[in-house]
């Protein structure tokens, strides 16, 4: 009786509790009990290679999906209007309506020259394209952005401390342009400007140091 109630009743009795209060799961079984259904689980897990990524690929491709179709679609809007730039700035200069008082008009200048040079020695033209072009533009921005702003930066910070020199720099200022606007040519006879340059980059330099 003993055997017979620690064996089947008491279970039954415990599964019927169990089930009274929310838990669900497999009847009771005797002797076996879930030995058989363990096993056949264990084996049907052991049988199929479990990949690593199988819980991982699924839920983070779709964001670098999405991520790298907009980088190709921005990348692709940013070369079409570059190009476009190059092509029109090489046209005014061709036409005489542009000077070469930028970057962009330094650059596709001396290749010009370049290709001018190769050709009249009777050398293969090997100079930049459109493509390399705009490789080179966007090497420019990106390198010039962070420094550009930490340097105009660090350059009012000085002012700012120092007065006196703002004062310098706009009387400079007026005598050099007078009521016109600053330009590439009246830039290089700024001298005070030029020295609260020089200034700031040794005080950058400095505090990349530091940091």
């Not at 330094?106 to 009777?122: C, R």
């Amino acid at each position: 009786a003993r055997v017979s109630c620690s064996i089947w009743w008491k279970p039954k009795w415990l599964a019927k509790k169990l089930t009274q209060q929310g838990v669900r799961g497999p009847s009771y079984k005797l002797l076996l009990g879930d030995m058989k259904q363990y096993v056949k689980l264990i084996t049907e897990a052991g049988s199929k290679p479990n990949d690593l990524t199988h819980e991982i690929v699924p839920r983070v491709d779709p964001f670098t999906l999405n991520n790298n179709q907009s980088r190709r679609k921005l990348n692709k809007e940013i070369t079409s209007m570059m190009r476009d730039l190059i092509e029109r700035k090489e046209y005014e200069m061709r036409i005489g309506q542009s000077n070469v008082d930028d970057l962009l008009g330094m650059l596709l200048q001396s290749n010009e020259q370049n290709n001018i040079t190769e050709n009249a020695s009777g050398a293969k033209r090997d100079g930049l394209s459109t493509e390399e072009v705009i490789e080179e533009c966007k090497q420019f921005y990106l390198a010039g952005q962070e420094t550009t702003s930490s340097l105009l930066t660090w350059a009012m910070k000085v002012l700012a401390m120092h007065s006196e020199w703002q004062e310098k720099a706009r009387e400079e200022v007026l005598q050099v342009c007078g009521q016109k606007e600053p330009n590439f040519e009246a830039l290089t006879h700024l001298k005070i400007k030029n020295s609260d340059q020089r200034n700031s980059l040794e005080e950058f330099q400095g505090r990349l140091k530091i940091n």
